[in-house]
């Protein structure tokens, strides 16, 4: 991984604020449940496991073999785990299970399984190299989507506009939002991966376009006062974030009579035969299909949004997406947007990393098994034009 300076800065700000905010004694009992949460959550999905692979941590915690050890002895201690010396295995017991359920519902109701969601899948993307192409690949009508909510935005030249989730820019440039705002306006982009900006900043430079700002934030924390923007925009982005508390801060940033543009996909239709097999492990429960995915339904954005905007324009759309290549279908869904977070974030580390090369190898054995013309689904999409009630 290359450090650029600005992911320095980034960890040195959010170092500098975390030890300004935590008290160490939470912090460390936070660690510990998150550690002892890993070791029974890996012992629960596995059954048993051999001592020597519990104490090396290649199934559960490869970054945290330090303290396994003295992991292992606390926890026959507090007769969360009973080691079987005969044959060398530990295994949960009955009161492991009670304080696995005890820290899930810690985590569950206090917002970590979603926070730490969000985290890995921020990671993901700063670790992909070329998501425009994967995109390309995947929906090679996603271009003309963009364009289309350019040209519905309602955005006039001269306006004060921020794009969120800009990702490396195919919005603010290839759909040619950056011309739209024009050199007498102001274009704010703004994305929490400091790679897709870093993009974002090379593509400035190529088209020459002065008027665009790139600044490193976050939906749910936006770096700016109050009523500085006309409008808001953004392609595929507010099912990423925290929504009641991204579209707070919209509204707070935005001058009344603002507006917010977003399209963002909608639940899987998991309709088509060949999805169905694909995607069955993750998306069968009781051997019944159903939504698992972490998207919105039709009605999730709307009643999100009624607290602070008027929605003016509400829009249907289908996004054709093409499953003719497994390993990026996979590594986009599940391994970068982790769509199906509730599902993964129950596996241990190395089974996470198990289902991925099991999805992969599904997705190939389907796409022989089926032509290309019918691995194609109408994923749904919702277009929404908002204005800010204030």
């Not at 500098?16 to 890996?42: G, S």
């Not at 026959?76 to 005890?102: F, H, I, P, Q, W």
């Not at 509204?251 to 009579?257: D, F, N, Q």
Request: include cysteine; charged fraction near 25%.
């Amino acid at each position: 991984m290359n450090v650029a300076e600005e992911m320095v800065k980034v960890a040195e700000r959010l170092t500098e604020n975390f030890v300004a905010q935590t008290d160490p004694k939470v912090f460390v009992t936070f660690y510990l449940l998150t550690v002892i949460y890993e070791d029974l959550q890996a012992l629960e999905y596995y059954g048993s496991m051999q001592a020597n692979d519990f104490v090396r941590g290649h199934l559960h915690r490869p970054w945290g073999t330090e303290t396994l050890s003295g992991e292992l002895e606390a926890a026959v201690s507090a007769e969360a785990v009973e080691v079987d010396t005969a044959a060398d295995l530990v295994r949960l017991t009955s009161r492991g299970k009670e304080m696995l359920r005890y820290i899930e519902g810690i985590f569950r109701e206090s917002g970590f399984f979603t926070s730490r969601s969000r985290l890995i899948r921020l990671n993901n993307f700063n670790h992909v190299d070329d998501i425009a192409s994967m995109m390309e690949a995947l929906a090679p009508t996603a271009c003309e989507h963009r364009k289309t909510v350019v040209e519905l935005s309602g955005i006039q030249p001269g306006m004060a506009v921020l794009e969120l989730g800009c990702g490396t820019g195919a919005l603010t440039f290839e759909a040619g939002l950056f011309q739209r705002v024009g050199p007498d306006g102001r274009l704010v982009a703004t994305d929490p991966s400091t790679s897709m900006l870093a993009s974002v900043r090379r593509k400035r430079e190529t088209y020459n376009a002065h008027w665009v700002e790139v600044v490193h934030g976050k939906a749910e924390r936006l770096p700016f006062p109050a009523n500085t923007f006309d409008s808001v925009i953004g392609y595929a982005f507010l099912h990423l974030t925290d929504m009641d508390e991204a579209l707070r801060e919209i509204a707070r940033v935005l001058k009344p009579g603002g507006s917010l543009i977003t399209l963002h996909p909608l639940h899987f239709p998991a309709r088509n035969e060949f999805f169905l097999e694909w995607f069955a492990p993750l998306l069968k429960t009781g051997g019944t299909p159903r939504n698992q995915d972490n998207l919105p339904g039709p009605d999730t954005v709307p009643s999100a949004m009624e607290p602070h905007f008027e929605i003016v324009h509400l829009q249907s759309l289908d996004l054709e997406m093409h499953y003719t290549s497994p390993r990026t279908v996979v590594e986009f869904f599940v391994g970068i947007v982790d769509v199906f977070e509730e599902q993964m974030a129950t596996l241990p580390w190395r089974a996470r990393h198990d289902m991925v090369q099991q999805l992969i190898k599904r997705g190939e054995e389907v796409c022989r098994k089926y032509p290309p013309e019918s691995l194609v689904e109408m994923h749904p999409g919702q277009f929404i034009r908002t204005i800010v009630r204030k």
